[in-house]
């Protein structure tokens, strides 16, 4: 199976920082890679597909790049509702596989 | 409104079997995959299962094949996981998962709220 390894594993940043995470694949999976955003007691939120296209109704901070084994997560400036936990995955293969996420807080 | 409904968690001892089942609505449930994916508490997200539109493309993570088995209806719109064989590291909550496409070669693009399964004696 392909593993997704995220960095860093926990974030603390302000709100307006420019925050990026990235997310390394131990294969190449071309561009099919996808970010969500998961708030505590919630469900997933999906935010970018295909490593750079923003989901519907997803606010224009949030931006994704990279192809192949390296990508990259940013946000431009962070919002108070921006603090959660961020997941990366793969849907190039089956088993598809998610990266251990992200914690993003508030310093 | 897509609307994804889980059912069928609880309390099983190990070794036992469960049936999730996953109602779905608000979309034409036989034009996209579907999924089940997991996460135990306090930990992240695992992908359990996937199968395509008709069912003609079925995957597993390593750590379910040959325990658990994903099916779906069209007719009923409704996707199910026969889960057999239960171990403890199987407690989590398991979330019924919407794709954006009809195979696995979509990412996910709607979560259900979950239905939580806990394994134990």
């Known amino acids: 199976a392909i593993q997704l390894t995220q960095s860093p594993s926990s974030l603390s940043a302000s709100v307006g920082d420019r925050v990026t995470i990235t997310c390394r694949a131990s294969?190449?999976?071309?561009?099919?890679l996808a970010w969500y955003q998961q708030k505590p007691g919630k469900a997933p939120k999906l935010l970018i597909y295909?490593?750079?296209s923003l989901e519907s109704g997803v606010p224009s901070r949030f931006s994704g790049s990279g192809s192949g084994t390296d990508f990259t997560l940013t946000i431009s400036s962070l919002q108070p509702e921006d603090f959660a936990t961020y997941y990366c995955q793969q849907f190039n293969s089956y088993p598809q596989t998610f990266g251990q996420g992200t914690r993003l807080e508030i310093k | 409104e897509v609307q994804l409904v889980e059912s069928g968690g609880g309390l099983v001892q190990p070794g036992r079997s469960l049936r999730l089942s996953c109602a779905a609505s608000g979309f034409t449930f036989d034009d996209y995959a579907m999924h089940w994916v997991r996460q135990a508490p306090g930990k992240g997200l695992e992908w359990v299962s996937g199968i395509s539109w008709n069912s003609g493309s079925i995957g597993y993570a390593d750590s379910v094949k040959g325990r658990f088995t994903i099916s779906r209806d069209n007719a009923k719109n409704s996707l199910y996981l026969q889960m057999n064989s239960l171990r403890a590291e199987d407690t989590a909550l398991y979330y019924c998962?919407?794709?954006?496409?009809?195979?696995?070669?979509?990412?996910?693009?709607?979560w259900g709220q979950g239905t939580l399964v806990t394994v134990s004696s």
């Open positions: 294969q190449g999976i071309s561009s099919a």
């Open positions: 998962a919407k794709a954006k496409g009809s195979s696995g070669w979509y990412p996910i693009s709607y």
């Open positions: 295909d490593a750079s």
